[in-house]
């Protein structure tokens, strides 16, 4: 008889300790959620954090020529950062990192740009952000011809942290079909070439006229290619970023 009042007894605490988990888990705001992710694993007293995302940074007293990593400032962008791998048209690994650095006026415009692409149900997706001169100089070797590539003695937007390469993808992170890869030169790719289906159109006018919007300006032979002013101070930076 004691020893079934002693298991009854243990076994409402247990009960008792699981709601009181259940109970502090659920009262915890959706956004704090959303950051640490709490999960109770059964038949535990001990919550695990799954996930925890970092901490983002505020561009508040950053002056607009200063170079940021954008993912410090957003966690709402997609990467595949070209030329940190062999898959372009260098065929060569030529960034130390595959990290999307700009600088913050651009930073600022590229969040609000992204912004309203969410809305749409789409996101930014970069291929290349900043770019250092040695890197301008290897592609004037590869194409020198200046519809396509800067040449490097005059350097490129992308020199100074004020240009960008992207596409979009929807939230699942499938991209969406702008008629060709990054980095295809040909005709195919201009924005002027309008003997295309219309729903590659229809993509890579709410590509540009959103980006426009907020300021940039694109390329006519790169349906990719957006650039924005880095600001009055910026000269060709010799800028380098370390892995973490």
Known sequence: MKIHVFILVMLCIVSCKQKTIETTVDSVPRETKDVIDTVVQAGTSKPRI?????????????????????ADFSHDFAYDMRYATENNFLKAKVYDCAECYTRVRTAKA???????????????????????????????????????????????????GGAVDITLVDLDGKELDMGTDFDFF?????????????EILDNRKLLKETMEKYGFWSIRTEWWHYNLSAGSNAKIANFKWECE
């Open 186 to 198: 040909g005709k195919r790719a201009y924005h002027d070439n309008l003997d295309l289906p219309q």
């Open 110 to 160: 590229l969040v609000k740009a992204n912004t309203e692409f969410l809305e749409k149900g789409v996101k930014i997706k970069f291929f290349d952000c900043y770019r250092p001169n040695s890197v301008q100089y290897k592609m004037w070797e590869i194409v020198p011809n200046p519809q396509y590539v800067a040449n490097p003695v005059k350097g490129s937007i992308h020199n100074k």
């Open 50 to 70: 799954k996930q925890k995302k970092e901490i983002l940074k505020s561009f508040e007293s950053l002056a607009d020529t200063t170079f940021v990593r954008l």
